[in-house]
């Protein structure tokens, strides 16, 4: 079965944008994955094909209207297996490497790009969305988030990397919990006075993937403490 996402979108011309080059655009040519765009203007009512209205109790911008979302996610839906529908919003939990293992794991998804303040709360409700946050920034719309989400799904479905090792080792791929990856290094050895560490000239693949696992430590240690704490316990906090 072909993985399949949809990208409910005011601006449907945003897609398949970076999605159709490298790996994933590739990918796409070679049907391991479909992509479609819907506007969601094409599901308004009017003539004027409205898709959004004054928000109650007041305040400033425009909110998207649940009855035009609502008759978006039913074309999207019926569309083949049921897929889950994910809204991307600051307010939304963290995306994060776990949760594209299971999107990338499943038949596919529908994604609601939102625009002006966001979508009426009932929509979300009634359509048991799950809410999705890129991170703790605000963008001028979803599309740019679900790119983001799209890419780190697709390079997980089968085919897609010619190297299964390489996902394996990338940040927050490690079972044992969410670390940074190590740094890399290539030829030439000495570079501006810059040399390879010897470790990964040695041969001995054991110290060599100690040596990594401390680098991936170290990393995580200093520039995500909250990861560290997180996979580490109480421990992480009274290291330094």
Do not use: N
């Amino acid at each position: 079965m072909t993985w399949h996402a949809t990208a409910l979108t005011l601006f449907p011309e945003m897609f398949p944008g970076t999605l159709g080059l490298s790996l994933a655009g590739r990918a796409l040519r070679e049907g391991r994955w479909r992509l479609d765009a819907k506007q969601i203007r094409d599901f308004a009512a009017d003539r004027h094909r409205t898709v959004d209205d004054t928000p109650c109790g007041g305040g400033a911008g425009m909110v998207m209207r649940p009855d035009v979302v609502d008759a978006a996610c039913a074309a999207a839906l019926a569309e083949g297996p049921a897929r889950p529908l994910v809204y991307l919003t600051p307010r939304g939990r963290l995306l994060d490497q776990a949760l594209v293992r299971e999107l990338s794991a499943g038949p596919g998804v529908i994604l609601v790009c939102g625009r002006y303040e966001g979508l009426d709360q009932r929509v979300i409700e009634a359509r048991a969305m799950r809410e999705v946050s890129v991170g703790d920034f605000v963008l001028s719309g979803g599309e740019p988030a679900a790119l983001l989400l799209l890419d780190a799904c697709v390079r997980l479905l089968p085919g897609v990397m010619g190297g299964a090792d390489s996902a394996a080792e990338e940040s927050f791929s490690d079972p044992r919990g969410a670390l940074l990856e190590y740094p890399h290094y290539t030829r030439p050895v000495q570079w501006q006075g810059r040399a390879v560490p010897e470790v990964l000239l040695s041969g001995h693949h054991a110290a060599v993937a100690k040596w990594r696992r401390e680098m991936a430590e170290a990393a995580t240690r200093e520039r995500r403490p909250d990861l560290w704490a997180r996979q580490a316990g109480p421990q992480a906090r009274t290291q330094d």
